[in-house]
């Protein structure tokens, strides 16, 4: 149980800092969405607040862990980079990311969430499917 524990915390506290922003601001924990906002000016303290409160995620883990969180990337900055320019673009195309459509949406029954976190999972099997075809 204690190799699954960091995770459950994980999910634990993501589940209830995005139940706590929808029942106290009425906004969506959409990361997309509140670090757009906070690009343009709008919702100055809450959004920094909850874009901070993301930031020191690994420094609780560290008080509650007693270690950082493993971390391993294997691929190289410029697939990193592609790779965020292409969460951010589909994002956008898809009005909400993982966070917003995968944790309230569904939590929500949101029809569009539904076929958002549909589509998500069916491209990630495609390109790990496709990627380890490759041998990569």
């Known amino acids: 149980m204690s190799v699954y524990l960091p995770s459950l915390l994980g999910g634990i506290l993501i589940g209830a800092s995005a139940v706590t922003l929808l029942l106290l601001n009425g906004r969506i924990a959409g990361i997309s969405g509140i670090v757009g906002r ?3 000016g709008v919702g100055l303290t809450n959004n920094l607040a909850f874009v ?3 930031l020191l995620g690994p420094v609780a883990y560290l008080l509650v862990m007693g270690g950082w969180p493993t971390v391993q990337i294997t691929a190289g900055w410029p697939l990193i980079i592609l790779a965020g320019l292409l969460v ?3 994002s956008r195309m898809g009005s909400g990311c993982t966070s917003g459509h995968g944790v309230l949406g569904l939590a929500r029954l949101s029809p569009r969430s539904i076929v958002a976190v549909a589509t998500f999972l069916a491209a990630g099997m495609a390109a ?3 990627l380890r075809g490759a041998g990569l």
């Open 38 to 40: 906070l690009i343009q």
């Open 88 to 90: 951010g673009f589909g």
């Open 52 to 54: 901070l409160g993301l």
């Open 128 to 130: 790990v499917t496709i």
